[in-house]
């Protein structure tokens, strides 16, 4: 066991590598303006220079997709004018507005300026009778792929860490995007909620009686320290509850981050995309009422304002209180954030944005391990009982989980010249959590111990990075290269120390729960920073070069090189982690792709309810394997990708002990698709497959053996159709989990639970003010089930049937 030093005072070790950066970045700024490629261009603006262009024929939004990402210009309209539309394509040199008026040619349309890089798409003015048709337009992420039901919730690019912002279709990787739209018709309120229809991730809370940690993707648990970033900065937080009711989408990477987002354990990266400024004014207020009487308000704002509309600005504010839908449970929710942004020159950008978030639950409990008697000494997995209906109060109303967020960002972001930027980003986060809950020990007649944990975290986070990034063509060739440093530090302490929070409170049966009498007093939350016993510190830079070979091929080249430093884990390692990925087009709408990822993570911690709680195990490596094909025409998508992950196996024998020994193997396929099969009825599914085992253990017994608390089958549907001529839309969903085993040699499962939807929403136009009325029942057949946790026996309540009722207006 590694012991534990006292507190000390922090170092400033850290302020070498942020100086660096800085250094760096000024200087790679100052020797990018003599660049042969930005000497060339630097004196005249995009729309004016002349380039050589080679786009095949297609359909119209595929081509001007690519005239868009080759002539690195926006494109700004409604989705629907470029539908249904083909075009010839183009080959030789042309100014980016000759480009423009020869694909547009005959097709109706026209594109209108709208600064150097930016042009809005238009029907064109009717001739005859000297009319003018223009409709409003809409800014869209790729054209055609704005996140809207009316494009089945597709976006066209995401951020994918060090590669920036690319074309999902010419990303080698799985990531899923949520969009602003989609968050907002489901009336989603957490993490769990939002991806719920999402096959490779498993069931998890709402966020509405205890934290939720169990999130998992692809049978695997994201880092608690680097498994969440905000804009793509580090966001440390053990939950997945940031209000998403600020969010613009949310991206999920599937499997190893690795050199995208740097040292991290494996199990995906969840990306918050916070709102940002609107080019117009926009404001909005919506509310949601739950059956049970939880009431939540939300308003939004955004715009520009000053000389040539230099300042934006957006502003969110929620707040949220009353009852849950478990017998004697209350809930209280408040955030607020704002993002603001200069533009200091047409070339330099700084923007700035800071978010609050604090939400209290009263009535609910960590989480039930089913064992043989009861009692609390005995962690032997066995008997569990069967499912309890959601609304069933098992635990004192006086319990209570609190949390509280906190972070700020900003970015200076400078355009160098029409080929390379310069980013440099900087994030601040804390999280802070105090549950006052009980874990329950049941048998399979439903006696239980409960055992009350009281104490008070707080997690740091601090990120500097600068992110240089560019192409340079040589010859038939374009590369797209990036070269970055990164600083990032987490900080965890709690007020008790490492395994002495808990207070056994007593034993009763679940058929009729014990109301015990609280035994503590509310602890303050300046005890939080008490007892530190995590320090962190990753130094790491990162170089990549993506090379575009004629139209069909796409090769990467990546890789990552720092050190992990954990300073009560008593280790300093260094390791470069590669990426390597080849991506091919047979056809414009389709994609083949292979890549490899390895990542560095940090050693793995006995937990606070383990025999040898607060322990740290040294780091280790990660490799991930993963061919798929990837298809975007016009009115659907569909993505189908085969992986093998392998990392470090943890887990809590018979004894309590926890242990990291031999390797969890993860081998899967998943499958997705999204479209339009009408123009009034959109569908969305996605299934699979998972075989997640014990590999090369000292324990001959779970070799080969299934991992704990990991579904090997999980199936979902989404659906959505509009009624012809109306404005009325019907929604609904299912899910399908197989049976999940919950101790280590396989012998104890939770059964399969199928869970359906159903929904409508109806839009009112009030004189150019939109009204949307919405209705979501989750949950319909009021199913009792067991939710689980990757790697863990522990169990917990599913959410009973849910009527959400909501209402928005759009200014």
Do not use: C
Request: hydrophobic fraction near 35%.
């Amino acid at each position: 066991m590694v012991k534990h030093r006292p507190k000390q005072p922090a170092k400033n070790r850290y302020k070498p590598l942020v100086l660096s950066i800085h250094i760096i970045a000024a200087s790679s700024m100052g020797a990018l303006s003599w660049l042969p490629a930005a000497q060339a261009e630097t004196t005249r603006s995009v729309s004016q220079a002349t380039q050589q262009f080679n786009i095949p024929a297609g359909s119209l939004s595929q081509v001007l997709a690519r005239l868009s990402a080759q002539a690195g210009i926006y494109l700004v309209g409604a989705s629907e004018l470029a539908s249904g539309k083909n075009s010839a394509g183009l080959q030789g040199s042309y100014t980016v507005e000759n480009a423009l008026s020869q694909i547009l040619n005959g097709t109706g349309l026209v594109a209108v300026a709208q600064g150097d890089i930016s042009y809005a798409l238009h029907e064109q003015a009717n001739q005859d009778d000297g009319q003018s048709v223009t409709l409003s337009t809409l800014q869209v992420q790729g054209l055609g792929m704005d996140g809207s039901a009316a494009n089945a919730y597709r976006v066209g690019d995401a951020f994918a860490g060090a590669l920036g912002n690319m074309s999902k279709q010419n990303t080698p990787f799985t990531i899923e995007t949520y969009s602003e739209n989609y968050i907002a018709n489901l009336q989603a309120r957490s993490l769990g909620e939002l991806t719920k229809f999402d096959a490779a991730i498993s069931l998890s809370g709402n966020n509405l009686l205890t934290e939720n940690n169990a999130f998992s993707i692809r049978g695997i648990s994201t880092d608690f320290d680097t498994g969440q970033k905000l804009d793509g900065m580090n966001f440390r937080s053990r939950a997945k509850d940031l209000p998403l009711e600020h969010l613009e989408r949310v991206e999920i990477l599937k499997g190893a981050g690795g050199f995208l987002y740097g040292f991290a354990a494996p199990g995906g990266i969840i990306n918050y995309v916070l709102k940002r400024p609107t080019d117009e004014f926009k404001a909005s207020v919506s509310t949601q009422l739950m059956d049970s009487g939880l009431l939540m308000v939300h308003g939004d704002v955004g715009g520009r304002v000053g000389p040539e509309q230099v300042f934006g600005y957006r502003v969110n504010v929620v707040s949220e209180a009353g009852d849950t839908y478990v017998d004697d449970g209350e809930a209280y929710r408040k955030s607020a954030s704002v993002a603001l942004d200069l533009r200091i020159t047409p070339d330099l950008t700084w923007q700035v944005d800071a978010l609050v978030s604090e939400r209290k639950s009263y009535g609910g409990y960590f989480s039930i391990s089913p064992n043989s008697d009861g009692s609390f000494t005995d962690r032997t997995v066995s008997n569990i009982v069967s499912p309890i209906d959601g609304d069933k109060s098992l635990a004192p109303d006086w319990t209570r989980y609190e949390s509280e967020h906190i972070t700020t960002g900003s970015d200076l972001i400078w355009q160098v010249n029409d080929n390379w930027n310069n980013k440099l980003s900087y994030r601040y986060s804390t999280s802070y959590r105090n549950p006052l809950m009980p874990i329950l020990y049941v048998d399979g007649d439903g006696n239980y111990s409960a055992t009350l944990f009281n104490y008070n975290n707080l997690f740091k986070s601090y990120q500097t990075q600068n992110v240089l990034s560019g192409a340079i063509e040589t010859g038939p060739v374009t590369h797209n290269m990036a070269f970055g440093l990164s600083h990032t530090r987490t900080i965890s302490s709690n007020s008790t120390g490492i395994g002495t929070m808990s207070i056994p409170l007593g034993s009763g049966n679940l058929s009729s729960p014990v109301d015990f009498d609280r035994p503590v007093g509310h602890l303050d939350k300046s005890d939080a920073s008490f007892n530190e016993y995590s320090r962190i510190t990753r130094k790491e830079a990162f170089i990549s070069d993506t090379l575009n070979v004629g139209d069909s091929w796409d090769f990467i080249i990546g890789a990552r090189y720092g050190s992990l430093e954990d300073d009560y884990g008593d280790y300093k390692e260094s390791e470069i982690t590669p990426s390597f990925a080849a991506i091919y087009r047979p056809l414009e709408w389709m994609s083949i792709y292979a890549s490899y990822v390895e990542a560095f993570e940090q050693g793995a911690t006995a937990p606070n309810t383990a025999a040898n709680a607060g322990e740290v195990f040294q780091p280790l490596i990660s490799k991930q394997y993963e061919t798929g094909i990837k298809v975007d025409y016009d009115n659907w998508s569909a993505n189908m990708a085969v992986f093998q992950l392998q990392k470090g196996l943890t887990y809590t024998d018979g004894n309590d002990v926890f242990s990291q020994d031999g390797e969890a193997r993860y081998e899967g396929i998943e499958f997705s698709t999204r479209g339009k099969i009408t123009e009034h009825w959109l569908v969305g599914a996605s299934a699979m497959w998972l075989d997640a085992t014990n590999r090369k253990t000292t324990n001959p017994s779970l070799e080969g053996e299934p991992i704990q608390g990991v579904a090997d089958k999980q199936f979902r549907l989404y659906s959505e159709y509009q009624v012809p001529n109306t404005q009325l839309t019907f929604t609904g969903g299912a899910q399908y989990t197989s049976s999940v085993p919950l101790d280590i040699a396989n012998q104890w499962h939770v059964g399969s639970v199928t869970l359906f939807d159903l929904g409508a929403r109806y839009e009112i136009d009030l004189n150019k003010q939109l009204l949307t009325l919405r209705i979501n029942v989750e949950n319909l057949t009021d199913k009792a089930y067991w939710l689980t946790s990757a790697g863990s026996s522990s169990i917990a309540q599913g959410a009973p049937r849910t009527i959400k009722l909501g209402a928005q207006l759009d200014f």
